[in-house]
């Protein structure tokens, strides 16, 4: 009688195991996201957002990670920062996302920083510029993916002109009106004037601007032989149609956000338009690249967005590390010390390290129009930038 | 030469959109602030039009101007109408909503992304040199040539048709013409339907110059200030008050500072309201019924 009991309880066990097992499998990680899906930045993250989203799709649909699927949370901020405060409130205290991701523009970073901090929860900056809080020495809660960051990429911009330049380099800047790229401009300027570029002119322009014609007059009127502008796109891109109108016949550089480059390329057909990238861009025809567009249109994404996928693989990779159980510390401490790869898609890894949450080495490269063979070009390889050392350097010069 | 170049391509697409405040102002007495929202429905039809018709661009054009001007006879049947007995300020917060509303439906419809209706239609803004070494596009030369026949256009309607003339006694007095026998309700809904396809012009011609996107209508904002300053009633007052603030902005981004543009527009109206409520060629006691 004892004997058939235990045999009961035994299969009871059992039983109980096999239903749980499940239940306990289906328990997610959870990640919230604050994005700019609509509003005048739309233009730019809402389409990381999709690629971002496709990927997760991708990744629940085999088997999730460590047998756990992401759940994820998203809400639309509009790069307004009371909106964007409200959404970290809510994903990280009402929904207990073991991680939140900032897909929006810089000036909503200060009230989101504010809630991570009070919270302790990691915060991924994936696809917005990257802020100084993870520079080194980082702010161990904060960690970006972003391509981007304004005063590396002038610096190595500003090198790039004096270096495929015959002619001396009489550089005009352009600039929308926002601190992060006016910090851009400025390292541009003062790293130009550091090794011998004349600057001849600058225009910052305001964020209601309708009309580019008159700043890219400006431009062209003080005689820049090469223009380099860094900011959201639409002022990256404006000022150089605008030139192109006046019949300009310099060169132009501008920071290569891959999704608006890659239309831009074959809309414009003009070979003096360069642009810098951190990521590749499709435009350059890479089977991975090609790969990634396909993955990410079965999982329901119209377009592919580069740094949405880069995003999307460091959130993967760091909940691959952190393993399950996942708490807000484990997490943190698994992310400090990170190095993601995507091949095919940048020129090195991410590598964080417990002081730097940018990245130890920057990759870049340098594209070009070829209109005879209807394709983007390199006009610099792959060239790598150690991330200390620069910063270092750029402190000697802008003080 | 250049500065009188721009300043003659940016004052082109003002006015174009301050007609369109001035007209329905005139006729109806309500300030449409979903104007901007309007023009920018109408470059969303200028490029699903062309998307859909490619090899024959042009056809676009005319017919996405018959879509801008039904949806301005719409927006008063269906929106304005409604609100006749109410207080004034009702029909105004109407159109703030109704613009809102337009910028997600596009949203939805279109997403963010930015889009060169040009491009897709397959022809190209040409530059041309002007004397004293300025250059002008195809487009800027186009504006500026649909600027001069719309308020050429307009003043003809409303100094010698029938149906123009009828507009302004219904904006005199509406009460009077309707017991003259005047359909207000039509004359109304047509004055919305001018306003929505001058809104289309410039759309076209704004998207093809320089992008669509759902903010484009930010634009419609600015060629506010341009309205007021004319004059509210004042159809004459347009062109002068389009090409001052034009001048004026484009004197400050070379001159002073190029972060100066936003605000002139604005500035100008802060000016003109200290010294002359009712703009510069408007009625003395419209501003009062304002």
Same mark, same amino acid.
């Given at each position: 009688m004892a004997g058939t009991f235990r045999v009961l309880a035994w299969l009871a066990f059992m039983a109980l195991l096999v239903i749980s097992t499940p239940a306990l499998a289906q328990e997610p990680y959870k990640v919230g996201i604050t994005a %700019?899906?609509?509003?005048? %930045? %739309?233009?730019?993250?809402a389409a990381r957002v999709e690629t971002f989203r496709a990927y997760m799709s991708k990744v629940n649909s085999e088997g999730g990670i460590n047998g756990h699927p992401i759940q994820l949370g998203y809400e639309d901020d509009r790069g307004e920062p009371a909106r964007a405060a409200t959404n970290a409130k809510k994903l990280v205290e009402?929904?207990?996302?073991?991680l939140l991701v900032n897909t929006s523009v810089s000036a909503t970073y200060k009230p989101v920083m504010a809630t991570v901090t009070e919270a302790k929860t990691p915060l991924l900056f994936g696809g917005g510029v990257c802020p100084q809080e993870v520079f080194p020495p980082a702010n161990p809660l904060m960690f970006c993916t972003t391509s981007f960051a304004a005063q590396i990429d002038s610096d190595f911009a500003v090198r790039f002109m004096k270096e495929a330049s015959k002619d001396k380099v009489r550089l005009g800047t352009a600039t929308m009106d926002i601190p992060i790229a006016r910090i851009g401009i400025d390292a541009a300027e003062a790293v130009g004037r550091k090794i011998g570029i004349e600057i001849v002119g600058r225009v910052t322009m305001p964020p209601g601007t309708a009309d580019f014609t008159p700043f890219s007059s400006k431009l062209k009127d003080a005689g820049a032989n090469w223009v380099f502008a860094w900011s959201p796109w639409s002022f990256e891109i404006g000022p150089y149609e605008a030139l192109l109108n006046l019949g300009w016949q310099g060169n132009y550089m501008l920071y290569g956000h891959q999704q608006p480059i890659d239309a831009a390329y074959p809309r414009l057909n003009r070979e003096n338009l360069y642009a810098l990238v951190g990521a590749s861009i499709l435009a350059e025809g890479l089977p991975e690249l090609k790969a990634m567009q396909e993955i990410a249109a079965k999982h329901g994404a119209s377009r592919l967005d580069v740094e949405g996928w880069v995003a999307a693989v460091a959130v993967h990779e760091a909940l691959k590390a952190c393993?399950?159980?996942?708490?807000r510390e484990k997490l943190q401490g698994a992310m400090s010390g990170l190095s993601i790869t995507v091949k095919g898609v940048k020129g090195g890894p991410i590598q964080w390290s417990r002081d730097n949450h940018f990245r130890t080495e920057q990759w870049y490269k340098v594209y070009r129009w070829d209109s005879a063979r209807q394709r983007a070009v390199t006009a610099k390889e792959w060239t790598k930038v150690d991330v200390a050392e620069k910063l270092k350097e750029l402190r000697e010069i802008i003080k | 030469m250049q500065l009188l170049a721009n300043t003659l391509a940016l004052a082109s697409i003002y006015i174009l959109l301050a007609v369109g405040y001035v007209v329905v102002y005139r006729a109806s007495r309500v300030l449409n602030l979903a104007h901007g929202e309007l023009m920018m429905l109408a470059g969303y039809a200028f490029f699903g039009l062309v998307s859909a018709t490619p090899g024959h661009p042009l056809w676009a054009v005319p017919a996405a101007l018959v879509v801008s001007f039904l949806a301005g006879v719409g927006v008063y049947a269906t929106l304005v109408r409604p609100m006749a007995g109410h207080p004034l300020f009702s029909a105004v917060l109407v159109t703030v909503s109704l613009g809102i509303l337009l910028r997600g439906l596009v949203l939805l419809g279109w997403t963010a992304d930015i889009l060169y209706p040009l491009a897709v239609s397959g022809y190209k803004n040409v530059p041309w040199p002007l004397p004293g070494g300025a250059v002008l596009t195809t487009i800027d030369l186009l504006s500026i040539l649909m600027a001069v026949t719309v308020l050429l256009a307009l003043w003809g309607f409303f100094a010698r048709s029938r149906l123009g003339i009828q507009m302004r006694a219904a904006a005199e007095n509406p009460l009077l013409a309707a017991q003259r026998g005047v359909n207000i309700h039509l004359v109304f809904s047509l004055s919305w339907g001018i306003s929505t396809f001058v809104a289309g012009v410039a759309a076209i011609l704004y998207a093809s110059k320089v992008r669509l996107d759902p903010e484009i209508g930010v634009i419609g904002l600015r060629a506010f200030p341009v309205a007021l300053v004319g004059g509210?009633?004042?159809?004459?007052?347009v062109a002068p008050a389009g090409l001052a603030i034009a001048l004026l902005e484009n004197l400050a981004i070379r001159y002073?500072?190029?972060?100066l543009s936003d605000v002139v527009p604005f500035l100008a109206l802060l000016v003109m309201l200290f010294v002359?409520?009712?703009?510069?060629?408007?009625?003395?006691e419209e501003i009062e019924r304002v």
């Open positions: %700019a899906i609509t509003g005048p %930045a %739309a233009v730019e993250y009402q929904d207990k996302v073991v393993g399950w159980p996942c708490s | 509210l009633d004042s159809l004459a007052g002073v500072s190029p972060l002359r409520p009712w703009g510069l060629f408007g009625t003395k």
